[in-house]
């Protein structure tokens, strides 16, 4: 018998079971360290059970089991995307478990975790979280677990939802953009830490405020009237930046920090930081010893304010994509500090929606935008043509009255391995393994089963061609609605393979394992205090 081979039970008179899936590579992200590995899965638990830092020949396990040497690609553990829309049930037009889950295996990501808001209705209580779980079921390609949020008045869900198995929860401490999911205010916020102060769990917040004393609204122009106004042409990136100063972020965050006391033990995180203005304020409370992060995002860190076209609304989201000196400032607090940095993570915020309330220039536009109206299902009748061109009266291009959001759910591999590779020959894929697997694993109490190719994970397992290259265009953009700022772009970087806890299920050269039909779990085991 082989050496690390795990006998079979005989079986006789029938095609032998061979209880193990066998992945080697030259090169593997394993406890966070490029290196050689041989990874044996248990085809039964979909776990990794052991692991070796050599490549071993097929010939030291039981004969007909599943092997492959993968070399030269590397072997990733999956992605977890902490931080993705999926919009169903309710928006499912704008996105869906179905689509939104097959662009994150796609690209290499094994988890996503949905936020509470832009479903219909939204994550907010027990009752509507049973409501996403109905939606979701039997539909997830991946692994996916859920936010809850915090809005005004559902302080005495929270508990419910952390025991149904929330991931985290988050706040808007402005507009959300959507009716449903109103912001907090600070009382709000105090309610919320009161509640949650010894759950273990994480508060999130969408950290933008405006100021008391400014001239600058943000998307509350939309509603204003002179001589509150924009400053400048509503088509022009640099009019809507304009309108979401750093100073929205950082105001919000001092607020935050000012109530971090009512919940010394509790997890704070600022989703999607963009301002680094917001960096050194953070790093203060940290060394204080209160318990604070945040992530950014893949836009943050590859688009820059100076190359955004006119009406390219495909880049508005909120906070603003900013100028390129920031994203040098993003990039520099990521690779200063392995452990104790402020960002933490980097996620996607997939926030997709129809092409039609993008409000995309003709010449930006899918060749056949959808008129449904959000929220609408594809009976209703109120989205008939002559609402649709109602819509049409919008100015195409205009960034304050466009949708907010950026889709790259599944991109995020490739383009970090593009943009860190430009700014550094030198730059290793470990670090996109912190960022965007074990800390994002980490983010929403996965860290035990997901984030790492270690013995005891799942194994959720990317082959990885770091030097191929492909063109963003709609074959690889399997979301649901083929709008992205990162189209028509080259990335550097190809997802082969994608395994799901111990099962293929997309491969670049044969797509999607159909037959197997989605295999995703809905993450919903209560987080448990990290040992
Ligand atoms: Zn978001």
Redesign the pocket.
């Known amino acids: 018998m082989a050496p690390h081979a795990t006998t079979p039970p005989p079986m006789p008179h029938s095609t032998p079971i061979h209880p193990i899936t066998v992945f080697a590579s030259s090169r593997a992200v394993v406890a966070g360290r490029l290196t050689e590995a041989t990874i044996v899965v248990s085809n039964v638990t979909g776990k990794i059970t052991s692991l070796f830092h050599s490549v071993l020949p097929p010939t030291d396990f039981p004969e007909g089991t599943s092997y492959t040497d993968y070399s030269p690609n590397i072997l990733l553990p999956g992605l977890v995307d902490a931080?993705?829309?999926l919009n169903e049930p309710g928006r499912t037009e704008w996105e869906g478990f179905w689509t939104g889950t097959r662009a994150a295996a796609f690209g290499g990501v094994t988890t996503v975790v949905d936020?509470p808001?832009?479903a219909i209705p939204p994550t907010t209580t027990v009752e509507n979280l049973k409501i996403k779980i109905e939606a979701a079921k039997g539909k997830c390609w991946v692994d996916v677990g859920f936010y809850g949020g915090v809005v005004p008045g559902n302080a005495s869900e929270l508990q419910g939802l952390v025991k149904e198995g929330v991931r985290g929860f988050?706040g808007f401490l402005i507009d959300s953009g959507v009716d449903e999911f109103p912001a907090v205010k600070p009382s709000d916020i105090e309610l919320a830490l009161k509640e949650l102060k010894d759950s273990v769990t994480t508060l999130m917040f969408?950290a933008e405020m405006i100021p008391p004393i400014t001239d600058s609204v943000g998307d509350d122009v939309q509603r204003a009237h002179p001589p509150v106004a924009p400053s400048g042409p509503l088509t022009h990136y640099s009019t809507f930046l304009d309108s979401r100063p750093p100073s929205f972020e950082t105001y919000a965050i001092a607020e935050i920090l000012s109530l971090a006391h009512l919940a010394p033990e509790l997890q704070l995180h600022i989703?999607?930081l963009s301002a680094i203005e917001a960096i050194p304020m953070l790093r203060e409370a940290r060394a204080k010893g209160i318990k604070i992060t945040a992530e950014t995002c893949f836009h943050y860190l590859t688009l820059a304010a100076e190359n955004i076209q006119t009406g390219d609304t495909r880049h508005k989201c909120c906070p603003p994509i900013r100028e390129q000196s920031n994203q040098d400032g993003l990039w520099n607090e990521l690779l200063q500090d392995l452990n104790d940095g402020v960002i933490q993570t980097v996620v996607s915020?997939?926030?997709p929606c129809t092409p039609d309330i993008k409000l995309l220039p003709a010449h930006l536009a899918p060749k056949k935008p959808s008129t449904r109206k959000p929220g609408h299902d594809k009976d209703c009748n109120s989205c008939s043509s002559s609402e649709g061109e109602e819509e049409l009266a919008e100015e195409k291009g205009d960034f304050f009255s466009a949708w907010g959001?950026i889709s790259s759910v599944g991109l995020g591999l490739p383009i970090l391995w593009t943009e860190g590779t430009r700014r550094d020959a030198n730059f290793s894929v470990e670090e996109i393994v912190r960022w965007c697997c074990k800390n994002t694993a980490k983010q929403v109490g996965l860290e035990h089963s997901k984030g790492d190719l270690g013995v005891g994970f799942d194994a959720d397992i990317v082959v990885f061609d770091e030097t191929a290259e492909f063109c963003v265009e709609p074959s690889t953009m399997l979301f649901r609605n083929k709008v992205s700022p990162y189209q028509d772009k080259t990335l550097k970087g190809v997802v082969r393979e994608t395994w799901l806890r111990g099962e293929r299920v997309f491969t670049r050269e044969e797509g999607f394992v159909e037959k197997a039909g989605p295999k995703g779990k809905l993450l919903l085991e209560p987080r448990k205090v990290v040992q």
Request: charged residues 15%.
């Open positions: 931080h993705v829309h936020m808001l832009n988050k969408h989703v999607h915020d997939h926030s959001g």
